[in-house]
């Protein structure tokens, strides 16, 4: 079953920020170049917690073994806590140590016990390898980011790596030793990479699941297992002596009693992200000219590692595990600390180390300096200019890993600055746009609006002319339903027209074959069939006798009819001539609008009133 990866992005939540690449001491964060999202590439990772730490919006996370650990302790048998010695610096919310064994062991656990013996073994080692000098200098092996690191880029060191197992897996092999080959362990500490580290030892030397201090409160807090419900108790043997100091860094030579004097000492102590980076570098290149060991950590010293609460605070932890250390050694047997360490001066400590080289190829000049051209870094010396703060060293540095596909050039602030200043400009020109767009989209809505008003203003003079007439005048749809009739209409059509009036004003929707006889909508059906006009045609409606004309207004959609009572006086005809006249003349703009508004061209409307005109001129000259 193939291992989760020691830390993971979550795409999600992330926004984008960078300050996991820009922290990542060795580049294993790809930027991708479609999403811009950062992934981690879990064989170049060193494990050293410094993206998670560095994360603001809590988008990454690290391979959890709080469910692994339940499970070993719902499995029965044995099982033992080692607890680094930096719980003294994490929990100083816990008043006594002796609560907090007991804590441990509400949890499951058989026995807990400290690793700071498993310290004091490896630390008499290196006294005996770093004076046994024969000409070789070492880099200490306890820091499990720091090995990873030497043997993923700097394979060439793996030499002068201390060959010697980190005090976590001493530790194991002691209780094994002490209590069975059979029992269960479980690391408990400040250190991410050491989940990683552990995958790597079998036999005596195994760890069965690693919790980090974060993980130990999130147990406690499940099981609501609290200080003031538990009863004290001490430590499972062996217990340690000066290896309580592990967690500050140079605690480790004091626990071992490896010279520091500046003047006579043969070992360099040095913590931290960017010191471990040129300790290993000097290293490789000036050990020549240095001529002393390296006692490296990753973080600063195991008191701010990465598996600790967030907040801490350094000087504090720091204070709380010297107050720790000595509040043991005031009371500490060192006779029967003496026979336990001599009892275990035959256990095997050593490790071998394994190159997985990790290293790119360095990309070929061209391609460097077209990246370097994409960031506007061309011309220039590449290897002394950089704000770093990309991530990289320098602007070279920074070409080169684009070649390789780990970054992207928006991670280049010149870069961005200048691509957001260009950004600025287009949105400052697009809005200037915007700006008189919405001025004349305004002054469009006005123009429209007058016009609409004119248009209503227009229709209501024309409505009230059409309903003035003494013709009838209807409009049809393609179903034979009334689209608009006016008054003269419903008149000459009879009392149900009337009726209906009534209920919808102007028969709008009313069905004309409902209202006349069959050979007369006919006429309309006729007209809708073939778009040709019936003009003139007198027909005999009830005790009336009719002029009708029809014709097409929009083809085979709508048709319009004009009905006129041909026994009206011819006086009310002149004047309805006169006056429809005098409407075509001075109002054909409103004409158009009202053609307009029943979805007709102007030439219809006025073809239908010059239809109604012409055949009050053909009655007038029979």
Same mark, same amino acid.
């Given at each position: 079953?193939?291992?989760?990866?020691?830390?993971?992005?979550?795409?999600?939540?992330?926004?984008?920020?960078?300050?996991?690449?820009?922290?990542?001491?060795?580049?294993?964060?790809?930027?991708?170049?479609?999403?811009?999202?950062?992934?981690?590439?879990?064989?170049?990772?060193?494990?050293?917690?410094?993206?998670?730490?560095?994360?603001?919006?809590?988008?990454?996370?690290?391979?959890?073994?709080?469910?692994?650990?339940?499970?070993?302790?719902?499995?029965?048998?044995?099982?033992?806590?080692?607890?680094?010695?930096?719980?003294?610096?994490?929990?100083?919310?816990?008043?006594?140590?002796?609560?907090?064994?007991?804590?441990?062991?509400?949890?499951?656990?058989?026995?807990?016990?400290?690793?700071?013996?498993?310290?004091d073994l490896i630390a008499a080692k290196y006294k005996e390898l770093f004076e046994n000098f024969k000409g070789k200098h070492y880099i200490t092996a306890n820091c499990p980011s720091v090995v990873s690191y030497i043997e993923k880029y700097h394979p060439g060191l793996i030499i002068n790596l201390a060959p010697l197992v980190s005090p976590m897996i001493a530790s194991a092999k002691v209780m094994r030793m002490k209590y069975g080959s059979d029992i269960k362990i479980v690391f408990i500490g400040p250190c991410i990479a050491t989940k990683d580290e552990a995958l790597k030892f079998?036999?005596?030397?195994?760890?069965?699941?690693?919790?980090?201090?974060?993980?130990?409160?999130?147990?406690?807090?499940?099981?609501?297992?609290?200080?003031?419900?538990?009863?004290?108790?001490?430590?499972?043997?062996?217990?340690?002596?000066?290896?309580?100091?592990?967690?500050?860094?140079?605690?480790?030579?004091?626990?071992?009693?490896?010279?520091?004097?500046?003047?006579?000492?043969?070992?360099?102590?040095?913590?931290?992200?960017?010191?471990?980076?040129?300790?290993?570098?000097?290293?490789?290149?000036?050990?020549?000219?240095?001529?002393?060991?390296?006692?490296?950590?990753?973080?600063?010293?195991?008191?701010?590692?990465?598996?600790?609460?967030?907040?801490?605070?350094?000087?504090?932890?720091?204070?709380?595990?010297?107050?720790?250390?000595?509040?043991?050694?005031?009371?500490?047997?060192?006779?029967?600390?003496?026979?336990?360490?001599?009892?275990?001066?035959?256990?095997?400590?050593?490790?071998?180390?394994?190159?997985?080289?990790?290293?790119?190829?360095?990309?070929?000049?061209?391609?460097?300096?077209?990246?370097?051209?994409?960031?506007?870094?061309?011309?220039?010396?590449?290897?002394?200019?950089?704000?770093?703060?990309?991530?990289?060293?320098?602007?070279?540095?920074?070409?080169?890993?684009?070649?390789?596909?780990?970054?992207?050039?928006?991670?280049?602030?010149?870069?961005?600055?200048?691509?957001?200043?260009?950004?600025?400009?287009?949105?400052?020109?697009?809005?200037?746009?915007?700006?008189?767009?919405?001025?004349?989209?305004?002054?469009?809505?006005?123009?429209?609006?007058?016009?609409?008003?004119?248009?209503? *203003?227009?229709? &209501?003079?024309?409505? /009230? +002319?059409?309903?003035?007439?003494?013709? $009838? %005048?209807? =409009?049809?749809?393609?179903?034979?339903?009334?689209?608009?009739?006016?008054?003269?209409?419903?008149?000459?059509?009879?009392?149900?027209?009337?009726?209906?009036?009534?209920?919808?004003?102007?028969?709008?929707?009313?069905?004309?074959?409902?209202?006349?006889?069959?050979?007369?909508?006919?006429?309309?059906?006729?007209?809708?069939?073939?778009? *040709?006009?019936? &003009?003139?045609?007198? /027909? +005999?409606?009830?005790?009336?006798?009719? $002029? %009708?004309? =029809?014709?097409?207004?929009?083809?085979?959609?709508?048709?319009?009819?004009?009905?006129?009572?041909?026994?009206?006086?011819?006086?009310?005809?002149?004047?309805?001539?006169?006056?429809?006249?005098?409407?075509?003349?001075?109002?054909?703009?409103?004409?158009?609008?009202?053609?307009?508004?029943?979805?007709?061209?102007?030439?219809?409307?006025?073809?239908?009133?010059?239809?109604?005109?012409?055949?009050?001129?053909?009655?007038?000259?029979?």
């Amino acid at each position: 079953m193939p291992i989760e990866p020691l830390f993971q992005i979550s795409h999600k939540t992330c926004i984008k920020c960078y300050s996991c690449v820009r922290i990542c001491p060795v580049k294993a964060i790809r930027v991708d170049d479609g999403t811009e999202l950062p992934s981690i590439i879990p064989e170049r990772c060193i494990g050293c917690g410094s993206c998670y730490r560095a994360c603001s919006p809590r988008a990454i996370s690290y391979r959890s073994s709080v469910e692994e650990a339940k499970g070993i302790l719902a499995a029965g048998g044995k099982v033992a806590a080692i607890c680094d010695p930096t719980i003294s610096g994490e929990f100083h919310d816990i008043t006594d140590y002796r609560k907090f064994v007991e804590m441990i062991k509400h949890l499951g656990f058989t026995y807990v016990s400290e690793v700071s013996f498993g310290v004091d073994l490896i630390a008499a080692k290196y006294k005996e390898l770093f004076e046994n000098f024969k000409g070789k200098h070492y880099i200490t092996a306890n820091c499990p980011s720091v090995v990873s690191y030497i043997e993923k880029y700097h394979p060439g060191l793996i030499i002068n790596l201390a060959p010697l197992v980190s005090p976590m897996i001493a530790s194991a092999k002691v209780m094994r030793m002490k209590y069975g080959s059979d029992i269960k362990i479980v690391f408990i500490g400040p250190c991410i990479a050491t989940k990683d580290e552990a995958l790597k030892f079998e036999g005596e030397g195994r760890i069965d699941s690693v919790l980090t201090f974060v993980e130990l409160r999130q147990l406690f807090d499940e099981f609501n297992i609290r200080e003031g419900k538990v009863e004290f108790s001490d430590f499972d043997p062996p217990l340690g002596f000066k290896g309580s100091l592990y967690p500050i860094s140079n605690g480790f030579l004091q626990a071992s009693n490896i010279n520091e004097d500046l003047l006579t000492g043969s070992t360099i102590t040095t913590e931290g992200r960017n010191n471990m980076l040129d300790a290993v570098k000097e290293f490789d290149s000036r050990i020549d000219l240095i001529k002393r060991n390296f006692n490296i950590f990753y973080d600063e010293g195991c008191l701010m590692g990465p598996g600790t609460s967030l907040g801490g605070e350094k000087f504090l932890r720091m204070t709380l595990v010297t107050e720790y250390a000595n509040k043991r050694l005031n009371t500490f047997d060192h006779e029967e600390w003496t026979k336990e360490a001599l009892s275990f001066s035959e256990l095997d400590l050593s490790r071998q180390f394994e190159a997985d080289d990790q290293r790119l190829p360095v990309p070929e000049e061209d391609k460097i300096e077209e990246a370097l051209k994409m960031i506007n870094r061309e011309g220039h010396s590449h290897d002394e200019i950089g704000c770093e703060s990309c991530g990289y060293s320098n602007c070279r540095d920074l070409a080169i890993a684009i070649t390789q596909g780990l970054a992207t050039t928006e991670m280049c602030h010149v870069f961005s600055g200048r691509n957001r200043q260009e950004y600025i400009r287009t949105l400052r020109e697009t809005n200037e746009n915007l700006a008189r767009t919405k001025v004349a989209l305004k002054a469009s809505e006005e123009t429209a609006k007058r016009e609409k008003e004119a248009q209503k *203003e227009s229709a &209501e003079i024309i409505s /009230i +002319m059409l309903q003035n007439l003494l013709s $009838g %005048v209807v =409009i049809v749809d393609e179903n034979l339903k009334i689209y608009q009739s006016n008054k003269a209409f419903i008149r000459i059509i009879g009392e149900e027209a009337a009726l209906i009036d009534e209920v919808i004003p102007g028969l709008v929707g009313a069905d004309l074959k409902s209202l006349l006889p069959v050979h007369f909508y006919k006429m309309f059906s006729y007209v809708l069939t073939t778009d *040709e006009p019936i &003009e003139n045609k007198d /027909i +005999m409606y009830e005790d009336t006798k009719l $002029g %009708v004309s =029809i014709f097409s207004i929009r083809s085979h959609k709508y048709v319009g009819g004009i009905l006129r009572d041909m026994y009206l006086p011819e006086v009310r005809k002149e004047q309805i001539m006169m006056r429809l006249t005098e409407v075509i003349d001075e109002n054909f703009d409103m004409v158009q609008k009202i053609a307009y508004l029943l979805g007709e061209g102007a030439s219809k409307t006025e073809q239908m009133l010059n239809s109604i005109i012409d055949s009050y001129k053909n009655t007038q000259g029979k």
